[in-house]
């Protein structure tokens, strides 16, 4: 079984930044791929970034550039830093984890809200 708590959300100016972290529960975090995805209103939940167990990454074409996914084994935590924010970054983020086999987990999610 595996706990994630996300933490870090809240409301940021157009071109602002935010640091999301995932803090995970459970054992071997090192073999688990990690992702942040996010929900808008109306909107299907879609991945934005992903890392692997053996540090590769994936963005999706909106954010590249702009946010980056990191994973630090020895804190069993995944962080989205968030640059340049704009106005349709707004979204619940929630982190994943997943390993063939072994599950996929979700958090509880972190509203990211970019707004003058």
């Known amino acids: 079984q595996v706990q994630l708590v996300e933490s870090g959300g809240g409301l940021v100016q157009p071109g602002g930044s935010l640091r999301l972290s995932c803090a995970a529960s459970?054992?071997?975090?090192?073999?688990?791929?990690l992702g942040w995805y996010r929900q808008a209103p109306q909107k299907q939940r879609e991945l934005v970034a992903q890392?692997?167990?053996?540090?590769?990454?994936i963005y999706i074409d909106s954010v590249k550039g702009r946010f980056t996914i990191s994973r630090d084994n020895s804190k069993n935590t995944v962080y989205l830093q968030m640059s340049s924010l704009k106005p349709e970054d707004t979204a619940v983020y929630y982190c994943?984890?997943?390993?063939?086999?072994?599950?996929?987990?979700w958090g509880q999610g972190t509203q990211v809200t970019v707004s003058q």
């Open positions: 994943n984890s997943f390993r063939l086999g072994y599950g996929n987990y």
């Open positions: 890392i692997t167990r053996d540090g590769r990454t």
């Open positions: 459970g054992s071997r975090f090192s073999d688990w791929r």
